[in-house]
């Protein structure tokens, strides 16, 4: 967790969906820099459990997302605890977070945790919708992001397109207002060309739908994201 700023790419992998073994090899093969286990229906213990057990032999880093507190699955190099900063509703704010850490704050290693500031940008995205989301303006993306790094002090802030390509200028705006706290970017990304545009501004792109898609456009994206 403590090199995650060193990161220049992931990708993400839902437990609901399926991978093959070959592509799931040449996944975690490729380079990339970790693989994070998430997403947003359908997640269960079970599933997550299953994806964890058939990355493990390999030794890129594993990181598991939290959206439910039952699929929590012990084993992950590290947690990240999604924080939706554009929801309209105070449970995904603080209230999931405040239930989780209650039921297990004696044995959470805090140490592996990190949290990630989302504001998410897709209004037909699942996670918008899931969470009650409306959408910001630039300037209140870029509030959300002051709060982040000067008020929350959060590890991550993370620009949520889920599905559609998002604005580069934009990006970028936010690119320059951080300083401490990593960007991620996440959203629509199926070629280099537009793994090299995102990751010209953002520490970190997130690389997910298309791995189901189109496995070697996906992989492609990786040296595309190192080389900028």
Same mark, same amino acid.
């Not at 949290?115 to 996670?127: F, I, S």
């Not at 949520?160 to 401490?180: F, H, M």
């Not at 298309?210 to 900028?228: F, G, M, P, R």
């Given at each position: 967790m403590e090199k995650m700023n060193e990161w220049d790419h992931v990708f993400k992998l839902d =437990?609901?969906?399926?991978?093959?073994?070959?592509?799931?090899?040449?996944?975690?093969?490729?380079?990339?820099?970790?693989?994070?286990?998430?997403g947003t229906d359908g997640v269960t213990f079970e599933n997550?459990?299953?994806?964890?057990?058939?990355?493990?032999?390999?030794?890129? =880093?594993?990181?598991?997302?939290i959206s439910d507190i039952e699929a929590i699955t012990p084993g992950f190099d590290?947690?990240?605890?999604?924080?939706?900063?554009n929801s309209q509703h105070k449970k995904w704010l603080l209230d999931i977070q405040h239930h989780a850490v209650k039921e297990y704050g004696d044995i959470i290693d805090w140490k592996s945790m990190a949290t990630e500031g989302y504001c998410v940008l897709n209004p037909?995205?699942?996670?918008?919708?899931?969470?009650?989301?409306?959408?910001?303006?630039?300037?209140?993306v870029l509030a959300y992001?002051?709060?982040?790094?000067?008020?929350f002090q959060l590890p991550i802030f993370y620009l949520e397109y889920s599905g559609t390509y998002g604005d580069p200028k934009l990006v970028q705006?936010?690119?320059?207002?951080l300083n401490q706290t990593t960007l991620f970017y996440g959203g629509g990304i199926h070629t280099p060309e537009q793994a090299r545009e995102m990751s010209a501004h953002a520490d970190v792109i997130v690389v997910g739908n298309i791995i189901y898609e189109n496995?070697?456009?996906?992989?492609?994206?990786?040296?595309?994201?190192?080389?900028t």
């Amino acid at each position: 967790m403590e090199k995650m700023n060193e990161w220049d790419h992931v990708f993400k992998l839902d =437990p609901n969906k399926k991978i093959s073994d070959q592509d799931l090899q040449s996944v975690c093969e490729s380079g990339t820099d970790a693989i994070i286990v998430g997403g947003t229906d359908g997640v269960t213990f079970e599933n997550v459990h299953d994806l964890w057990e058939r990355i493990e032999p390999y030794e890129v =880093p594993c990181l598991l997302e939290i959206s439910d507190i039952e699929a929590i699955t012990p084993g992950f190099d590290g947690y990240l605890i999604p924080i939706v900063l554009n929801s309209q509703h105070k449970k995904w704010l603080l209230d999931i977070q405040h239930h989780a850490v209650k039921e297990y704050g004696d044995i959470i290693d805090w140490k592996s945790m990190a949290t990630e500031g989302y504001c998410v940008l897709n209004p037909d995205a699942k996670v918008y919708q899931h969470t009650n989301c409306y959408l910001p303006d630039d300037a209140d993306v870029l509030a959300y992001a002051r709060i982040a790094e000067h008020l929350f002090q959060l590890p991550i802030f993370y620009l949520e397109y889920s599905g559609t390509y998002g604005d580069p200028k934009l990006v970028q705006r936010i690119a320059e207002e951080l300083n401490q706290t990593t960007l991620f970017y996440g959203g629509g990304i199926h070629t280099p060309e537009q793994a090299r545009e995102m990751s010209a501004h953002a520490d970190v792109i997130v690389v997910g739908n298309i791995i189901y898609e189109n496995i070697q456009a996906a992989l492609a994206t990786v040296q595309a994201a190192k080389s900028t």
